[in-house]
């Protein structure tokens, strides 16, 4: 039995269908050299990328930020990403009965390990290819208007930046931790995002 337990819980993370999905990778494109990053705030990781190229994919962000270099862009539970104060009640909901999810984007031109000193910066080289499919999840990861536009809400928590309406769900087996897994899929990084569902087992799994 004990043996089974955990048989079982493995196949129900690899089999579990969860939103926003990753991008095959086409990797027809092996030019070019792009840096992007993964930062971890402990709990919490992100994704920081040329914000030119994010705003070829979501010019709306062109509009709001001021020209920045990097975009840090995270996913995340509706409630308890946008709360001025974390409690018990928003965290067991988070993880059970979620109301949906938000993007953050954070606006900044500073190198990144400058602009979060007191995170864990790793960064990642991508080709033409890769970063052309990770803008595609990205791009996918926004919820959209009748109108085809990407959906505004609250302001972000530090820096400049602002929430956005996503796709998908927050929940114990779709966290944040797994939609940065999902994106680094998508750049054709080899991971497997169904058993990311913590900062540490994301920043351990980069190469």
């Known amino acids: 039995m004990k043996k089974i337990i955990p048989a079982v819980v493995c196949l129900l993370l690899c089999s579990c269908t969860t939103f926003p999905q990753a991008v095959a990778p086409a990797n027809n494109d092996f030019a070019g050299q ?33 020209q920045p270099k990097w975009y840090e862009i995270g996913w995340g539970d509706k409630g308890f990403y946008q709360a001025q104060e974390i409690t018990s009640s928003l965290t067991l909901q988070a993880m059970f009965w979620s109301t949906g999810a938000v993007m953050h984007v954070v606006a900044f031109s500073a190198p990144p390990e400058r602009y979060f000193p007191g995170s864990d910066v790793k960064p990642l080289t991508i080709n033409n290819g890769q970063l052309s499919t990770l803008m595609l999840f990205i791009g996918r990861s ?26 998908g769900r927050y929940g114990i087996l779709n966290t944040c931790n797994k939609w940065t897994a999902k994106g680094l899929q998508s750049a054709g990084i080899e991971i497997e995002p169904a058993l990311k569902l913590t900062a540490g087992s994301v920043m351990s799994a980069m190469p």
Not at 37 to 59: F, M
Not at 157 to 163: A, C, K, N, R, V
């Open 34 to 66: 792009h840096n992007i990053y993964i930062v971890s705030h402990g709990w919490h990781t992100g994704i920081v990328v040329p914000a030119a190229n994010v705003n070829r994919v979501l010019p709306q962000l062109d509009a709001r930020f001021a």
């Open 142 to 167: 926004f919820s959209r208007s009748d109108a085809g536009n990407i959906i505004p809400l609250k302001k972000g928590i530090y820096g400049d930046s602002q929430f956005y309406a996503a796709n």
